[in-house]
Structure formats: structure tokens, C-alpha cells
């Protein structure tokens, strides 16, 4: 199947400081990205839809300024948690929509390895 | 209530035996997903249902869908230490196209006893 990758896969800041997380098709281009956060013992939330070339879609409750997301090509989306606190400590998974047109139309995420951060 | 809840949250079971998940969603879907996830890792996409599809098969593992009653189950066969892990159920009930994310459930965590 097809790969997502993430970078870093941890990462431990100080609080106020701002990390980016890389997410990257591998081998193929995604006009959609989507973000999830995970938290402990429970279930992917959607954050965010990252659509190449244009704004992002913040789900509610989620901060459009302090998730800056950035997707400047068809295989790379990013996410900036800017200032961030021990609050925002979570694993953070990006996916890419891989979506094949025909008569045998697919359409399916691929998932990266996750991004675990710790907010100290 | 957050849609595509699964059932049971847990479950421990002995090696060779069979594992049945259940999941239930809310709204009218295209599809539904099943994924496993190894503690702290990322997705493994494990099998894809459209919404016309009462059952399908995938290796040593079965899904099935009823639109009627808005549910699913996964069932595992001859289940092997290896399947430990958290099975999630996800939809594409945001939009109906796919064209955004998807619904998480809250997940089983499934436990092979050797």
C-alpha cells in the first residue's frame, strides 16, 4: 500500500516554544491531508483538513492559530503547534487521501507512524 | 456520544480463539473502516467495507455490515499474539463523500493470551 511518512516521530519542547510536524506522501500525491490528535488510551480526533494550495479546515474547538498548517505541495503538509503547553502533549497522526477515479474508483488514508509530543 | 463506538473496550482472550469486535455508527455512511493500532504507533489499515457490502474477507479476518442497525463487527480467526492491539472502526459519516476526515470509534483493546 501506499506510505505516509511523519518527522520528527517524538519530540519534547519546552513550553512557549513552537514545533513543526512534517507529514509527506511517499509515493503518491495527496491534494488531501487530514490531522488527528490522539491522546492517551482514546480515539482519534480530526483536527484539521489540509487541502494543497489552499486554507485549512479546522474542526471545532480546535485553534486555527495555534495549529498552523501549512500544505505547499502534493506529497507535504505540515503542522506548527505554535506556544505550546504540556496541554497540547499528545500523538498527533496526519493521513493523506489517496483517490483513484474509474470504474473502479478507490478512495482511501493512508496513515503516517504518528508524531508522539511531550510538552514539558 | 462520539459515532462509531465499539464494543467491548476491552477484550482478553486465548491464543487460537476467535475475537469479535463490534462497532455502531449514527448517520448514513459510503463506508466503513477497520484499523489496528500497536501501542504508540501509527494506523494499519486492515479492511474497507462499502455501504452496499454485507460481508467481506480479508486473510483471518471478517467484517461484516448491517445499514439497518448501523453496525459492524470484526472478527478475528485463530487469533495469534500478534493481533495485540487496538482496533478502531472509522466512517466517512462527515461528509458522505469522503472528502473529509474520518469518525473515529473509541476502540477495542484486544489482548492475546499466549
Known amino acids: 500500500g501506499a506510505v505516509v511518512s511523519q518527522h520528527p516521530s517524538r519530540v519534547i519542547c519546552k513550553s512557549g516554544t513552537s514545533v513543526k510536524i512534517e507529514c509527506r506522501s511517499l509515493?503518491?500525491?495527496?491534494?488531501?491531508m487530514f490531522w488527528y490528535r490522539q491522546f492517551p488510551k482514546q480515539s482519534l480526533m480530526l483536527m484539521a483538513t489540509?487541502?494543497?494550495?489552499?486554507?485549512?479546515?479546522?474542526e471545532q474547538g480546535v485553534e486555527k492559530d495555534k495549529f498552523l498548517i501549512n500544505h505547499a505541495s502534493l506529497t507535504l503538509s505540515t503542522l506548527t503547534v505554535t506556544s505550546a503547553h504540556p496541554e497540547d502533549s499528545s500523538f498527533y497522526i496526519c493521513?493523506?487521501?489517496?483517490?483513484?477515479?474509474?470504474?473502479?474508483?478507490?478512495?482511501?488514508?493512508?496513515f503516517g507512524p504518528g508524531t508522539r509530543l511531550t510538552v514539558l | 456520544s462520539q459515532q462509531g463506538e465499539e464494543d467491548p473496550q476491552a477484550l482478553s482472550i486465548q491464543e487460537g480463539e476467535n475475537a469479535t469486535m463490534n462497532c455502531s455508527y449514527k448517520?448514513?455512511?459510503?463506508?466503513l473502516q477497520w484499523y489496528r493500532q500497536n501501542s504508540g504507533r501509527g494506523l494499519v489499515h486492515l479492511i474497507l467495507?462499502?455501504?452496499?457490502?454485507r460481508e467481506k474477507h480479508s486473510g483471518r479476518l471478517r467484517v461484516t455490515l448491517d445499514t439497518s442497525k448501523k453496525s459492524s463487527s470484526l472478527l478475528i480467526t485463530a487469533s495469534r499474539a500478534a493481533d495485540t492491539a487496538s482496533y478502531f472502526c472509522?466512517?466517512?459519516?462527515?461528509?458522505?463523500?469522503?472528502?473529509?476526515?474520518?469518525?473515529f470509534g473509541k476502540g477495542t483493546h484486544l489482548i492475546i493470551q499466549p
Open positions: 493521513s493523506a487521501r489517496d483517490f483513484l477515479a474509474g470504474p473502479s474508483s478507490t478512495d482511501t488514508q493512508y
Open positions: 509515493d503518491f500525491q495527496a491534494t488531501t
Open positions: 489540509s487541502n494543497e494550495g489552499s486554507k485549512a479546515t479546522y
Open positions: 448517520t448514513s455512511i459510503n463506508n
Open positions: 467495507i462499502r455501504s452496499n457490502e
Open positions: 472509522a466512517t466517512d459519516e462527515r461528509s458522505g463523500g469522503g472528502a473529509d476526515g474520518l469518525t
